[in-house]
Every structure is written in C-alpha cells, then in structure tokens.
C-alpha cells in the first residue's frame, strides 16, 4: 500500500480534463465538524474536471469512510516512512495526535500538468502551501452559523466527549486565520452553501 503511494500519483487524473493553463489547487479550511467534507462531496458531484485530493491520515476509519476517500489510511510507521521519503507537500498531528498529510509528487504533477484538484487541509497547512505556490492556491475557509451548530455537528458524528472537547479546542486559533482565506463560505444551510462553493470553484476552473 505505502510502496504504491510512494512510487505513484494517488488520484487517478484523465487527459480530458487537461487544461493549457498550471492547475489550480483550492483549499478549503474551517473547524472540525463544520462539514468541509459534506460541501465538498455535494460541490464534486455538481461540478466537471476537478478532482478531490486525498490526504494520508493514521486516523481510524469513520462509518462512511472507505481506503482513498476521504483519506488513504495507514499506520503510524508507515506514515512516519513516507515522511523520510519526502512524500509530503506538508504534514501535521492535530487532535489526538494522528498524523494527515498531503502527497508532494500528485500535486506538483497535478499543478504543472494543468489539473485542477481540491483538497481539505487545517489552517497551519495551508498557510504553509499557499507560501510554496501563490500563484496556483485558492484557499476557501468554511465557518459554522455559530458555535452550537458546530457543537452538534460534532457530537452527531462523534461520540466520544473527550474527542468532541479536543476539537472544540482548536476553534477559536483556526478562526483566527480567517483573514487569510479569499473566500468564506457560512455553512448554514447544505443547498445554498454548496451552490456557494460550487460557483466558487467554476469560476477559476472554467478559466483559460
Ligand atoms: P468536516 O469535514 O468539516 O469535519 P463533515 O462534513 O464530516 O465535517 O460534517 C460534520 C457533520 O455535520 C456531519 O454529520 C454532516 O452531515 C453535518 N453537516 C454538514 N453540513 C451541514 C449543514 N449545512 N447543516 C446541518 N448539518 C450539516
Ligand atoms: P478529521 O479527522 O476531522 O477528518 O480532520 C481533522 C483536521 O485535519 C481537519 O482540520 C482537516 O482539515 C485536517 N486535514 C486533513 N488532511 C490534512 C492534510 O493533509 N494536512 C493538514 N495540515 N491538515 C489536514
């Protein structure tokens, strides 16, 4: 599993959607549990020629969740080798602890070949990526209607308090950051956020 992340491209891009222009890489941040990953979804599967970038986690697999989406799962030691090999754009443990990471040669690959991808990336990280490509980042930041909103979204997920707590822990530094993000989205109701997102990323993908 890891030697194939390491020698190859974890998304599977296809020559149709091949632009002339560099690919564009959009980034979308905002706390845990505010439904980045449930904007996403609704966004790629209303939009054409833009593929969803998978991060590597040795988080444990959530109901729902299956090898390659959202993440490709791997042990610590694995992970920790891939690090040695250089395999990461920018990694980082958040929450408990669990490594995340976004895989270096798909999306130098994706960039110079003139794909377009999205990923889902913490605060830290994508301060971090938008400093190695300026020119190619749109960071897209994803903000609950208010704070009891978010407390629930959490807790419909997890169960665990202590996992919730950790989360909630982390708001307040995350939204700091918002300043820094060209779009922001207010993930109040899915319909009309979602179709926020999805005019957001058809305006730079449907450019030349
Ligand atoms: P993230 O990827 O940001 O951690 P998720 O997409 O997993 O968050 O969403 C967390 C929970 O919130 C899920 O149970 C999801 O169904 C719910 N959720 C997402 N968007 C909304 C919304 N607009 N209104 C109500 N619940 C939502
Ligand atoms: P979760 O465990 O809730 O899926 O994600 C926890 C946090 O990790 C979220 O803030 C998410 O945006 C972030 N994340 C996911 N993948 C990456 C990554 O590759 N790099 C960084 N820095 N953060 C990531």
Not at 22 to 49: C, D, H, M, Q
Not at 53 to 78: D, N, W
Not at 184 to 199: C, H, M, Q, Y
Request: with cysteine.
């Amino acid at each position: 599993m890891v030697r194939e992340l390491l020698k190859e491209l974890v998304v599977n891009f296809q020559s149709k959607d091949k632009r002339t222009r560099k690919g564009i890489f959009f980034v979308v941040s905002g706390p845990s549990g505010v439904g980045k990953n449930t904007l996403l979804n609704y966004a790629l599967g209303r939009v054409e020629g833009i593929y969803y970038l998978p991060s590597i986690t040795t988080r444990s697999m959530r109901p729902g969740e299956v090898q390659g989406f959202p993440y490709f799962f791997v042990s610590k030691a694995e992970f920790e080798g891939m690090i040695t090999q250089g395999a990461f754009l920018e990694w980082k443990q958040i929450h408990t602890g669990d490594y995340y990471g976004t895989h270096l040669p798909t999306i130098v690959y994706a960039l110079e070949n003139g794909y377009d991808i999205v990923t889902d990336m913490d605060v830290l990280g994508c301060a971090e990526v938008m400093e190695r490509f300026p020119g190619n980042v749109v960071p897209i930041f994803i903000v609950p209607p208010n704070m009891e909103a978010l407390r629930r979204r959490l807790a419909g997920r997890e169960k665990d308090p202590a996992l919730i707590a950790r989360r909630m822990a982390r708001v307040d530094m995350e939204m700091g950051f918002i300043d820094r993000y060209r779009h922001v989205i207010v993930n109040d109701d899915l319909e009309r956020a979602g179709k926020e997102l999805v005019r957001i990323l058809e305006q730079y993908s449907q450019r030349d």
